[in-house]
Structure formats: structure tokens, C-alpha cells
């Protein structure tokens, strides 16, 4: 079966315990997918639906190969593969337990152009009177050798705008009639951002 399915952020809310302990959770809108291809290895799942002005023929074409007729507006490979499903075969929140592990895999908030302070959360200059560098990065490679900046310093750029993978996280509830997997703890993007949820085997860094 599947390990995984596409889905949504809706926002962080909270969740009571029998004992009266409030857990943080993410509520995320998870499928239901649709399964476009079945390869040796992975399932090819579709989520949501393009508009027939925004489909390509070959999309098209692909999706009415699954007997679907609108193209998903995303298209995830899951592993491992299996020969149970078919193409047309719908794909829920079934396929996940309250307790067991997850991986979030989605697209952090952009931030545009930040300086190193905000960036990377330097301590920046002296903040006395008169001083001009309180937010400057200050000397950043070394003179006469070797003459240039090592790459990977840490620099003002861009930021968030990134792909992110939140590791350890716990399902704490499932509501299956209407598709919403409650996740213990923050997910990365803003509300409305597509989301990647894989069964983690095993322990990780956080749990």
C-alpha cells in the first residue's frame, strides 16, 4: 500500500486528552488521492483538480489513462508500490493509525530579502551610542589568504521559500469523514500549502 498521501494545511489548533492535557496540533486536509499510475516501486497519487484551461493534452491524457476526468492539480510518487491498487482507486486517511510516526514534507514561508541577523540569528554589533554596525555582518573571510570568501558563509539572501521536511511527528487524531489528519506539533508552509505526509519508520531525531 501506499506510505503517504498529498494534502493541505488548514491552520494549528488544540486537542484534549482524557486526562485534561492540551496537545498542539496541526490539522492538515489529507487526500482523498486518486491513484493515476502504478509503477513497479512507487504509486503515483493525484490530488486536487486542474481547470480544463490549465490542463495540458498530455495531462489530460494521462489522467483519462486512470479514468479520471479532470488532471490532478498535484502529482506525488509514494513507495513502496502494490500490485492491490489499481489505477482509478482512491487513496484516505485510512491508510494512517492515531499514534504512529509521520514525516511532513512541504514549502516554508518566504521571507524575501533578509540580513544576516534575521537570517541566520547573528548577534550582530555593538549597540553603544555612535555605532554604526549594529546589524552588519562585520569582517567576512580573511585578507591575503586566501584572498575570497569560503563558500557557505553565512550571508544576507533569501529566505524561507524553501523545501522543508519536519521529522518525528505524532498523529494524534483522524477524522476520516472528512479527511482530516490531526498532526502533534507545526508543519512547515503558510495555511492552504500543499503538503507531502509519509509514514516514518522508526525512531528520529525528535521522537
Do not use: W
Not at 499514534?99 to 541566520?120: A, D, I, N, W
Not at 569582517?139 to 522543508?164: E, F, N, Q, W
Amino acid at each position: 500500500m501506499a506510505n503517504g498521501l498529498i494534502g493541505r494545511k488548514l491552520g494549528m489548533t488544540r486537542v484534549f486528552t482524557d486526562d485534561g492535557t492540551v496537545i498542539p496540533v496541526t490539522v492538515i486536509q489529507a487526500g482523498p488521492c486518486r491513484v493515476v499510475q502504478v509503477k513497479p516501486h512507487a504509486v503515483q497519487l493525484g490530488f486536487g483538480a486542474k481547470t480544463e484551461a490549465r490542463t495540458s493534452k498530455a495531462e489530460l491524457g494521462h489522467a483519462r489513462a486512470a479514468t479520471l476526468d479532470q488532471a490532478p492539480h498535484i502529482l506525488r510518487d509514494f513507495g513502496p508500490g502494490s500490485q492491490s491498487y489499481k489505477p482509478g482507486d482512491t487513496v484516505t486517511v485510512g491508510i494512517f493509525e492515531p499514534g504512529e510516526l509521520v514525516k511532513v514534507t512541504g514549502t516554508s514561508k518566504g521571507r524575501g530579502f533578509q540580513g544576516l541577523v534575521h537570517r541566520y540569528g547573528a548577534g550582530g554589533g555593538p549597540a553603544t551610542h555612535g555605532n554604526t554596525r549594529h546589524r552588519k555582518p562585520g569582517s567576512i573571510s580573511p585578507g591575503t589568504d586566501p584572498s575570497r570568501v569560503i563558500k557557505g558563509k553565512r550571508l544576507p539572501g533569501h529566505m524561507g521559500a524553501a523545501r522543508h521536511t519536519e521529522l518525528g511527528l505524532r498523529v494524534v487524531k483522524i477524522d476520516a469523514e472528512r479527511n482530516l489528519l490531526f498532526v502533534r506539533g507545526a508543519v512547515p508552509g503558510a495555511r492552504q500549502g500543499i503538503l507531502l505526509v509519509n509514514k516514518q519508520s522508526g525512531r528520529s531525531r525528535h521522537a
